[in-house]
């Protein structure tokens, strides 16, 4: 069992950066896969980003690939998302979610156990 709970989002401009962070309390985040879904305004949840820390692997949606980065602090028990040139369209609000290792279906809502409550992120143009 895990708790996550998210921080770091805002109203930002376009083009301009934030950080989220995951902390999570229970287990420790090494022994999960982790990944960043968002969901924006009647919308379903979509996949953002994945990590496994004990098989070495990270993953990118298509739309973030090369401005959003995904990373772990183990001795804070902390994951986080680093994300570069933000657009309007990353309005949402950004969950992480921990799971056993998914293999190639990390990019499915259904493969977490463990989600936190979210945090959002606005960009204006």
């Known amino acids: 069992q895990v708790t996550l709970v998210e921080s770091g989002g805002g109203l930002v401009q376009a083009g301009d950066s934030l950080r989220l962070s995951c902390a999570a309390s229970g287990r420790p985040f090494s022994d999960y896969a982790v990944a960043w879904f968002r969901q924006a305004p009647g919308k379903e949840r979509e996949f953002v980003s994945h990590?496994?820390?004990?098989?070495?692997?990270?993953n990118y949606a298509d739309s973030v690939k090369g401005r959003f980065t995904i990373s772990e602090d183990n001795a804070k028990n902390t994951v986080y998302l680093q994300m570069n040139s933000l657009k309007p369209e990353d309005t949402a609000v950004y969950y992480c979610a921990a799971g056993p290792y998914t293999g190639s279906t990390y990019y499915r809502v259904d493969e977490y156990d463990f989600w936190g409550p979210g945090t959002q992120v606005t960009v204006s143009s």
């Open positions: 990590l496994s820390w004990s098989r070495g692997m990270t």
